[in-house]
């Protein structure tokens, strides 16, 4: 099945509900973080992967249920 790819480069913190709501909606995603702030690049980086972490934790807990 095709799917879409999604490329997103992000200007603000404040964009990061899109970047969200594609992790939620399970699509792929590329994030270009190089036009940030040093900064404000690592707490999405770290907001990001938080999420994905917290996701793949609940999918594998509905797997037991």
Same mark, same amino acid.
């Given at each position: &099945?095709? $799917?879409?790819?999604? +490329?997103? %480069?992000? !200007? &603000?913190?404040?964009?990061?509900?899109? +970047?969200?709501?594609?992790? !939620?909606? /399970?699509?792929?995603?590329?994030?270009? +973080?190089?036009? +940030?702030?040093? %900064?404000?690049? /690592?707490?999405?980086? $770290?907001?990001?992967?938080?999420?994905?972490?917290? &996701? /793949?934790?609940?999918?594998? &807990?509905? /797997?037991?249920?």
């Amino acid at each position: &099945s095709a $799917f879409k790819l999604v +490329l997103i %480069e992000p !200007k &603000s913190f404040e964009e990061c509900p899109k +970047l969200v709501d594609c992790l !939620k909606g /399970r699509r792929p995603v590329i994030i270009n +973080l190089e036009k +940030l702030e040093t %900064e404000v690049a /690592r707490k999405m980086h $770290f907001l990001l992967w938080t999420i994905v972490l917290y &996701s /793949r934790k609940m999918l594998r &807990s509905d /797997r037991y249920e």
